[in-house]
C-alpha cells in the first residue's frame, strides 16, 4: 500500500542530545513537509523540500535540520538549539506540480518528549 | 490577525443534529481550500477538498465565499463517529503547496 511512515511513533530527548525522526514515502510525491503541532494549535511548518537535494525553511525552522538525498526520504534532525522540542511531529508529502487543489498526506506522526 | 481562523469549539451536539463550521481567511489571494479531520492523537486526514461552487459528499457540504474570504463546513445527521477536530486549510499561493492550518474546532457527538 501506499502511504508515508514515520518512526519512531514515541521519541526521548536527553537534555544536549540531537535526535532525528525518519519520515519515508512510496507515493512517488516531489514535495515532502515536515510540521511540528503543539496541543490546542495548528500545524505549523518546519521545513518543505520541493525536490531532491533542495529544501526551504518554514516558519518555525530555528532548532531544527533537515536532507533530502533521496525522493522518498525527509529526515528532521531535531537540535539541541531547540529548546522547546515536546511536540507532536507531522511529516506530509504531495505533488504540487499538478495543479492547485492539491492537498497533502500526512503520515502516522512521531511523538517527542524531554526526559 | 491569524492567517486562518475558526470558531473556537468544542462543539458538543446530539447524534442526529446538523452543524456547521465556519472559517475566515486572511489573504485574499488564497487559491485552494480544505477541511481535514483529526482525531485525538492521531494524524490529520482529509475530509475534501473546497471548490468554488461549493461542494457535497454524503452528508458533508463545504462552501466558499470568495469575497468574504469565508469557508463553511455542514455535517448534517450527526454520528458518534463524526466526533474529532476538524481542520480548515488554506493554499495561500499554489505552486509549491504551502499549506496554513487553523487551530481546529472539536466536535464531540454524543448519544
Known amino acids: 500500500d501506499g502511504g508515508i511512515t514515520q518512526s519512531p511513533k514515541y521519541l526521548f530527548r536527553k537534555e544536549g542530545q540531537n535526535v532525528t525522526l525518519s519520515c519515508e514515502q512510496n507515493?512517488?510525491?516531489?514535495?515532502m513537509y515536515w510540521y511540528r503541532q503543539d496541543p490546542g494549535q495548528g500545524l505549523r511548518l518546519i521545513y518543505y523540500?520541493?525536490?531532491?537535494?533542495?529544501?526551504q525553511k518554514g516558519d518555525i525552522a530555528e532548532g531544527y535540520s533537515v536532507s533530502r538525498e533521496k525522493k522518498e526520504s525527509f529526515p528532521l534532525t531535531v537540535t539541541s538549539a531547540q529548546k522547546n522540542p515536546t511536540a507532536f511531529y507531522l511529516c506530509?508529502?504531495?505533488?504540487?506540480?499538478?495543479?492547485?487543489?492539491?492537498?497533502?498526506?500526512f503520515g502516522d506522526g512521531t511523538r517527542l518528549s524531554i526526559l | 490577525r491569524k492567517e486562518v481562523e475558526q470558531d473556537p469549539g468544542p462543539f458538543n451536539v446530539p447524534e442526529g443534529a446538523t452543524v456547521a463550521f465556519n472559517c475566515t481567511y486572511s489573504?485574499?489571494?488564497?487559491?485552494?481550500f480544505f477541511w481535514y479531520r483529526q482525531d485525538c492523537r492521531k494524524e490529520p486526514k482529509l475530509l475534501m477538498s473546497?471548490?468554488?461552487s461549493g461542494n457535497e459528499d454524503g452528508r458533508f457540504t463545504a462552501q466558499l465565499n470568495r469575497a468574504s474570504q469565508y469557508i463553511s463546513l455542514l455535517i448534517r445527521d450527526s454520528k458518534l463517529s463524526d466526533s474529532a477536530t476538524y481542520l480548515c486549510?488554506?493554499?495561500?499561493?499554489?505552486?509549491?503547496?504551502?499549506?496554513?492550518f487553523g487551530a481546529g474546532t472539536r466536535l464531540a457527538v454524543h448519544p
Open positions: 506530509a508529502s504531495t505533488n504540487p506540480g499538478q495543479g492547485n487543489f492539491q492537498p497533502q498526506h
Open positions: 507515493l512517488n510525491h516531489d514535495a
Open positions: 523540500s520541493q525536490i531532491v537535494n533542495d529544501f
Open positions: 489573504n485574499s489571494a488564497s487559491q485552494s
Open positions: 473546497v471548490y468554488s
Open positions: 486549510v488554506v493554499n495561500p499561493k499554489g505552486g509549491y503547496n504551502k499549506l496554513i
